[in-house]
């Protein structure tokens, strides 16, 4: 008969409840002493299954959970082009109050 190790009661926990039923969760327990993060799934109160990670692979899992959230965003809009500096700097001289010509302003 094998045993199973009992880890320390984790002072860190976190729940996530399935959307489809919320008798569905899945608990992250953080054991900073053991290097490690526990994922376990639970129906009602009961634990179905665990998968301990080491700490030092949790980066690929934020990672993978970055990309997934990324791709499920909407497109937005690009952003407006950046004014040129001559742009920014006739701006800001209006914003001083002084006369700006323009000498390459074709049109007068």
Do not use: N, Y
């Not at 080491?54 to 690929?60: E, H, I, L, N, Y």
């Amino acid at each position: 008969m094998v045993v199973a190790e009992k880890l320390t009661v984790p002072v860190a926990r976190t729940w996530f409840v399935d959307e489809r039923t919320p008798v569905r969760r899945m608990q992250v327990t953080r054991h900073p002493d053991r290097g490690l993060v526990v994922l376990s799934l639970w129906q009602t109160d009961q634990c179905t299954g665990t998968f301990r990670l080491a700490v030092r692979d949790a980066p690929g899992l934020v990672h993978a959970l970055v990309d997934g959230l990324a791709a499920a965003l909407p497109d937005r809009e690009p952003a407006p082009p950046r004014p040129s500096w001559l742009d920014r700097a006739r701006a800001r001289l209006r914003r001083g109050g002084a006369d700006v010509i323009d000498l390459f302003d074709h049109a007068r």
